[in-house]
């Protein structure tokens, strides 16, 4: 059986990639395809510890995190289609109406 | 039995009442709200008559409760509750009595003058008394605050009367938030309070004891219930009566807080003469002789009460001799003296300052209302110096306001005289033992000679001579309703003082000093026997004997200084023509004066010394003192232009600022707590 | 725990659930209206339907907070009905009440009503289910469930910007902010094997392995995270001025008010249960919290003091009484717990009224097109006196004085810095407040007694809109006696929580 800090050495990177991916990318797809990222990194720890905790909670919670995670693309999808209605564009950046 | 006691919420109910109706139906009635104000400020004085004999009769105090507002037994509940006793008993007869009185002047001052807004003023003059009394009757600290609170707001209201004006709101904004700063400080006090004692009762009823008399047992013995953050107690109770004493300056415009009461002068004068003469600006004051069984326990607090009243004193009559306006003059005068007052009970003279207080708010609203009645015969100007002569045509005002004045400058045997004498012989008999005394008596003293100077000047310029402008000539001329106030109050002004004339008992070996058994009844830790105890005991400070000598030897002293004042400004001011007089006065004695009297700013004592004192106490309080706040509310904005700035607009910005945070957060939290 | 209405409807062991059920059942109705009639005719059958099922909500919750003050877990201890809970309820209720009630003339003239106002209540579900979790699961789920209909909502006017970037960039930080909440819970369920929350106060309680701490440390700053997310707390407040002020206004008051609430009802559950400060000694989470209330408040207001924009000034006000209610949290030190919790509990309670108000008086300054500048409300008091009073009564509450709850509320919190020795807490508290009196007059000043804009005049005087500010305005102006007189907070937290 593979050692549990492992898993948490995946995962860890797993989220540090979605995270690298939310700071670095402009593109509002990216950035809910980043989030997803970060979302099953969590999904990794809550199936591995599920494991080796031996209960299936974890396991569980994991598909409905999976479910919402579906629910939260879905919304965003639509916010990101009046996003591009109104600036022509996916850019995040160039939403900056209001600030300060 | 129902006596007149049982009645006592009616005190301060009534008011309410008329508040409710000024303010809802005021629109519908004849004269706007005056005449409910009228009817209930009356029925209240009459109530408050009926309430100082039964307090004389009985002589106990009289506590009620009324409502438990939170009862968390740990650590403490909030009460409302009612205090009668000889102290409030008093104060609930001035504030009565100076409210009636300006409700029936405001009839004059406002409705003849065909003011807007009526049910607004008179509904704030209402809700002012109710708030007022409420204040006064209060069994506890916590009750006291919110009080003050509400007449903070009052004034603010008031003040701020005439809106649609430029001062006027910007004076009731700066009032409002020079008293809320003093406020803020007060308000830990009482949150310190009742966590140090459980309680802020002033008495103690039914088994509790109340929090003076509390701190008095930890700093005689036994520290039972006393939680005082382990502060050595006589340290830890200061710090509590400094801070309450926040509220005090605030509200009592002692420096460095007293920059808002010239400013609040932009409000009508009836206002000025209830709320910023007699009454609101006395509720300091009151709170300190309120809760004078703690003040007593502390003699570093005394030492600076007494010293910053002092400091008041001169510092406020210094700025009075250079102003142009009668309101000007009187709004400096009033922070002058609220300072005797501070003086006298930081040198122990309980019974001294709640004199000075009683008089002052006889003397005090009538020159107000004086004032106004000048004011309003000059067309609402203010400027003394385009007045002039008005004596002839406005006896009536001329000579009630010479009483006032006489009054106020401290000449025999007018009421201001025995008062402030007594305050000035208290702080001289505790200053021959306490250098610290010593000085905050002789800036009372000085401030004497000022004093007698800028009164009569003011009353010269207004009254005498010949008239400077048209107006002047002619004035307008206003009816009973406002000279039937000016009579009650100018009659009061001279025979006040005679309840409590100190030097004529030494004297004559007669008893004479009412007011000081008045306050030998009450009780059994509210009376000016415990307090003496209170000082003498348990925080060592002790005047020298009196002595006959002494009290004569002062009383002449101060007499004197402020008849030498009166007689500068008659020398200076009591002329047809006081410039004409003054330049010729400059002419013939160029040394001293040095041609330099070209108008009215250059007083007599040369461009070296007054008016340069003058000047300079004028910039520091301009420009220091207002300048600290403006600074503190210009650092704040530019912070805020900073911080505003970190939100750039950008959602990528975000989430990198998001993830700098949580890391940060996490870091510190795993060095904290030694994960790694 | 019995009530009458669900011992009526026959409800069995799920009665304590009858306020959640009653909100998702109003959700499911005004779709089904929605459905039969699609046209816009139907905007006041939508807005009455909801606003019963938010009140009949209301009530029960009331009643079984009055009536039976003893928890019920269901579902082997997922969820758990409480004071705590019923007490969340009754303001996530009472917000959607008046938010439907305002709602009905602000978006009489728009598209899509059916879907807007089965958004709000589905929010409101999520909220109350929130407030009811007792595991990591339930209260992902629920924090999600009230999330994705708020995003929703505040993209509502599809075809402002301000609503679209508004409603992304709170998508974006939600989302971002959700990502690492649930990698916080998965990071505690690797230490401690289980998600309900009473188990992991156990499994704590017992020891962990040493070298666990870092991981455990680790999750707990980042569920920390997603509840400062859902509070709108430095540094995870980003998405907050700009969401508030691109959403339409009945929105911004329902987020910054009831939205507000769920969070912090998440974090008292969370942290108050499953992290009792005994149980996890190296990782000082009081002390995270006690920074976060004093960068947020002060962030807050001093941002707060130089917008220009008054909608947008409330959007970081609110931030700033995200700060204060954070005292409650940060404050804990044992002397005064109940105390405080108690104070942040009314503090919420307060601001779910003069919050929601002072928004709904916007909304209402929207539908008259007045602007939003300061300037642009110079003299509205001559011709709204009612509303101008309304707004005025908020303000003076949200500043803390003695006009409204909020005093009570801030004179709490103060007494329990102060009796838990938190000094820098009850200097900033002041400080803030003060500072904060400030920002609230030059509405009030701009109102009565700058002089009138020319030329604007008001034609219509939206009354459900004006009903819902007056509502606000009288409860907010009652709850000052009321808190003061009849309300002891510590005893309030005592029954709800500990």
């Known amino acids: 059986m593979i050692a549990a800090k492992y898993y948490l050495l995946l995962s860890a990177a797993v989220f540090c990639i979605g995270l690298f991916g939310i700071l670095t990318r402009r593109n509002a797809l990216i950035f809910l395809m980043s989030i997803e990222l970060m979302l099953n990194a969590a999904n990794i720890n809550l199936v591995a510890f599920s494991a080796q905790h031996g209960n299936l909670s974890g396991q569980v919670f994991s598909l409905f995190t999976m479910a919402l995670a579906a629910a939260e693309v879905a919304v965003g999808i639509g916010i990101i289609l009046v996003l591009y209605r109104n600036f022509d564009d996916v850019d995040v950046t160039t939403a900056t109406t209001m600030r300060w | ?97 100076i409210s009636f009185l300006v409700f029936v002047f405001s009839l004059g001052y406002m409705n003849d003058e065909g003011e807007t807004g009526l049910p607004r003023y008179y509904a704030g003059l209402s809700l002012f008394s109710f708030s007022m009394l409420s204040f006064v009757m209060a069994s506890n600290l916590f009750m006291a605050f919110m009080f003050f609170e509400l007449v903070g707001l009052c004034s603010y209201l008031l003040i701020g009367f005439w809106f649609r004006e430029d001062a006027p709101p910007s004076a009731a904004k700066k009032a409002f938030i020079v008293t809320r700063f003093g406020d803020y400080f007060f308000l830990i006090g009482v949150v310190g309070i009742l966590a140090t004692f459980g309680t802020s009762a002033f008495i103690g009823t039914g088994g509790t004891e109340s929090f003076p008399a509390l701190a008095e047992h930890a700093l005689t013995g036994s520290a039972d219930h006393v939680h005082t953050f382990g502060f050595d107690p ?71 009460i007494a010293f910053v009243g002092g400091f008041t004193a001169l510092f406020a009559a210094t700025m009075g001799v250079v102003k142009r306006e009668i309101k000007q003059v009187l709004a400096y005068s009033t922070i002058s003296q609220y300072g005797y007052m501070m003086l006298a ?66 000449i025999i045997p007018f009421s201001g005289f025995w008062s402030k004498d007594e305050v000035l012989y208290e702080a001289l008999r505790l200053g021959l033992n306490d250098p610290v005394f010593m000085a905050a008596y002789a800036m009372g003293l000085i401030a004497v000679f000022f004093t007698g100077f800028y009164t009569f000047r003011m009353v010269f310029l207004t009254f005498h001579g010949e008239p400077r402008t048209n107006i002047a000539e002619s004035p307008h001329q206003y009816g009973w309703n406002m000279k039937a106030p000016l009579v009650v109050l100018g009659a009061l002004a001279v025979v006040v ?32 026997e415990h307090y003496h105890h209170l000082l003498t005991e348990v925080s060592g400070v002790h005047h020298v004997e009196s002595s006959t000598g002494l009290m004569l030897g002062s009383g002449a002293l101060s007499l004197g200084l402020a008849l030498a004042g009166v007689a500068v400004a008659h020398v200076l001011y009591n002329v047809p023509s006081p410039e004409e007089h003054t330049d010729k006065l400059g002419s013939i004695k160029t040394v001293l004066f040095n041609n330099y009297y070209q108008d009215e700013y250059q007083v007599w004592l040369a461009e070296g010394l007054t008016a340069n004192v003058a000047r300079a106490a004028n910039t520091f309080d301009q420009g220091v003192i207002d300048g600290a706040v403006n600074g503190v509310s210009s650092v704040s904005l530019f912070a805020g232009e900073r911080v505003r700035k970190v939100q750039t607009g950008v959602v990528t910005n975000y989430a990198a600022l998001l993830t700098a945070g949580l890391v940060v957060l996490l870091v510190a939290m795993g060095l904290l707590g030694g994960w790694f | ?276 400060t005994s149980a996890v000694a190296g990782v000082d989470w009081v002390l995270a919290f006690e920074v976060l209330a004093l960068i947020t408040m002060t962030l807050g207001t001093f941002a707060a003091a130089t917008q220009e924009e008054v909608k947008r000034m409330l959007a970081y006000s609110s931030i700033a009484h995200a700060g204060y209610a954070l005292i409650a949290l940060g404050a804990l030190t044992g002397a005064a717990d109940r105390l405080l919790v108690g104070a942040g509990m009314l503090h919420l309670l307060v601001y779910g009224f003069m919050n929601t108000g002072a928004f709904l008086f916007i909304a209402l300054a929207e539908q008259w097109g007045i602007g939003r500048r300061f300037e642009d409300f110079n003299g509205l008091a001559k011709e709204a006196p009612v509303a101008c009073t309304a707004m005025s009564l908020f303000l003076v509450s949200l500043a803390g004085l003695p006009f409204g709850g909020g005093f009570v509320s801030k004179y709490f919190l103060l007494l329990g810095t102060v009796l838990s020795s938190s000094y820098l807490l009850a200097a900033a508290l002041i400080v803030n407040s003060a500072l904060s009196v400030y920002i609230y007059a030059r509405v009030i000043k701009a109102m009565w007694i700058e002089d009138p804009v020319p030329g604007r005049t008001i034609e219509e005087y939206p009354t459900g809109l004006y009903a819902a500010v007056v509502v606000a305005a009288v409860v907010t102006v009652l709850l000052l006696p009321g808190l003061a007189l009849f309300t002891d907070p510590a005893q309030l937290a005592s029954n709800a929580l500990f």
Request: proline letters at 5%; hydrophobic letters at 55%; a negative charge.
């Open chain 2, 1 to 97: 039995m129902a006596g007149p006691l049982e009645f006592a919420p009616a005190i301060a109910a009534l008011p309410f009442v008329s508040f409710v109706i000024a303010l809802f139906f005021g629109r519908y009635m004849p004269k706007k709200g005056a005449l409910a104000g009228i009817t209930a400020t009356g029925g209240s004085l009459l109530l408050a008559v009926w309430t100082y004999f039964a307090v004389m009769g009985n002589g106990e105090p009289h506590t009620e409760h009324l409502h438990t507002l939170v009862s968390v037994a740990e650590p403490f509940s909030l009460e409302l509750g009612i205090l009668i006793d000889q102290l409030s008993a008093l104060m609930l007869l001035i504030v009565t009595l």
């Open chain 2, 345 to 410: 009970l930081g040198a122990g003279g309980y019974v001294a300052g709640v004199f000075h207080l009683t008089t002052h708010a006889v003397f005090k609203a009538l020159l107000f209302l004086g004032a106004g009645a000048v004011i309003v015969a000059m067309h609402h100007d203010e400027d003394m110096w385009k007045m002039g002569g008005l004596k002839n045509e406005l006896p009536v005002t001329y000579y009630t306001f010479l009483a006032g004045s006489l009054a106020l400058a401290g």
């Open chain 3, 1 to 276: 725990m019995t009530d009458p209405v669900s011992a009526a409807l026959g409800l069995g062991g799920y009665q304590p659930l009858v306020p959640a059920l009653l909100l998702g059942v109003t959700a499911l109705l005004v779709l089904l209206v929605d459905t039969i009639w699609p046209n816009e005719q139907s905007n006041t059958l939508l807005a009455t339907v909801t606003i019963a099922g938010s009140l009949a909500s209301l009530l029960v919750a009331g009643a079984q907070l009055f009536l039976s003050p003893e928890a019920a877990t269901l579902f082997d201890g997922q969820l758990i009905v409480d004071g705590m809970s019923l007490f969340f309820t009754v303001i996530f209720t009472s917000v959607t009440a008046l938010v439907a009630l305002a709602s009905h003339d602000y978006i009489a003239e728009r598209p899509n009503q059916g879907e807007y106002y089965a958004l709000v209540v589905l929010a409101a579900t999520g909220m109350t289910l929130l407030a009811s979790a007792n595991s990591l699961v339930t209260a992902f789920v629920s924090l999600e469930l009230a999330s994705l209909p708020s995003y929703a909502l505040v993209a509502y006017l599809k075809d402002n910007r301000g609503s679209a970037e508004g409603s992304l960039k709170y998508l974006l930080i939600g989302g971002l902010s959700s990502a690492v909440f649930l990698y916080g819970i998965s990071l505690v369920y690797a230490v401690t094997g289980t998600l309900k929350l009473t188990e992991i106060a156990t499994v704590l309680d017992a020891g962990i392995d040493g070298s666990l701490t870092g991981v455990l440390g680790i999750g707990i700053v980042m569920i920390l995270g997603g509840v400062a997310f859902k509070t709108a707390s430095v540094p995870f407040h980003f998405w907050a001025p700009e969401a508030y002020e691109g959403a339409p206004a009945p929105i911004a008051g329902f987020l910054s008010s009831a939205s507000k609430a769920a969070g912090f009802v998440l974090a008292f559950r969370v942290f108050l249960t499953a992290f009792p």
């Open chain 2, 234 to 304: 006589q340290t830890w109770f200061t710090i509590l009566a400094l801070l309450v004493l926040g509220g005090v300056m605030g509200k009592s415009a002692q420096f460095p807080l007293h920059t808002w009461l010239p400013d609040a002068m932009e409000g009508p004068t009836p206002v000025s003469a209830l709320i910023h003469a007699a009454t609101m600006v006395a509720a300091g004051v009151y709170l300190v002789a309120r809760m004078y069984g703690f003040y007593a326990l502390s003699p570093t607090a005394l030492a600076i």
């Open chain 2, 497 to 528: 003082g005679l309840i409590n004339m100190a030097p004529l008992a030494k004297l004559t070996g007669m008893d004479l000093t009412y007011l000081h058994h008045w306050f030998e009844h009450g009780g059994e830790l509210l009376t000016v």
